[in-house]
């Protein structure tokens, strides 16, 4: 039996919880709780959503979990799904990842753009792709950016880099910083794009990557 439920914060006291999800909007760092669809798969008990906007399920057989899905609706977020082996903790925090249209404001950093299979040959897009930004920092080390994107069926994606308070980039001349793509397909297909340099607080718009030229 599958249960779902669309994010309606209930006042709600819970002692015997199994486990919890946390819904984060990745550039504000804002929990999420209304408007999005949140299934169990396998669960006979519905989902509360706590005073404190978390999922939670009461106690019952976790080996009956299938996975568990997130729905984003009419949310500018890309759908989500998890397997038991994604929930290590009693709470799980999930940043929901932008989809191509997300409203990013001033201040953000990130890309929009496209990966399509090959260069120079027909644009056939590569849909389904994890994808995120890596950066340089000071010590000319590459990072990870904190939030992991998809490519959409058109290929379409958006990412965004934010630093922690001790994550210190390294910038040129100009205040720059450099940062590059990385796609990964499958568990044995990952990619890097060339670098580039970009202003921090801007989002850089309509780049095109062609899987056939990223390097391994």
């Known amino acids: 039996m599958t249960q ?16 919890g999800v946390e ?23 519905r989902p509360i959503v706590s005073a404190g906007g978390l999922f939670v399920w009461l106690r019952e057989d976790l080996g009956n979990l299938q996975k568990i899905t997130i729905d984003p609706l009419l949310l500018p977020y890309l759908p989500v799904e998890l397997t038991p082996a994604d929930l290590p903790t009693a709470l799980t925090t999930v ?3 932008p989809r191509v249209d997300y409203p990013f404001t001033a201040g953000v950093t990130g890309s929009r753009g496209v990966l399509i299979e090959e260069q120079f040959g027909p644009p056939v897009p590569v849909a389904d792709a994890r994808v995120r930004l890596q950066w340089l920092d000071e010590n000319n080390v590459w990072r990870d950016a904190p939030t992991v994107s ?49 202003k921090q607080g801007r989002i850089r718009d309509a780049l095109t990557f062609a899987w056939d030229e990223l390097q391994p």
Do not use: C, M
């Open 4 to 19: 779902a439920v669309i994010g309606t914060p209930e006042q709600a006291y819970v002692r015997d919880a199994l486990f």
């Open 23 to 45: 819904l984060l909007d990745p550039v504000t760092l804002e929990r999420v709780s209304r408007g999005v669809k949140v299934v169990a798969v396998g669960l006979q008990g």
């Open 150 to 198: 998809r490519t959409n069926a058109d290929g379409g994606f958006a990412t965004i880099l934010r630093f922690s308070p001790t994550e210190v980039p390294l910038l040129d001349a100009d205040g720059l910083l450099t940062v590059r793509l990385h796609v990964r397909r499958d568990a044995t297909s990952e990619r890097s794009s060339a670098d580039w340099k970009q």
């Open 95 to 97: 940043e929901l990842p």
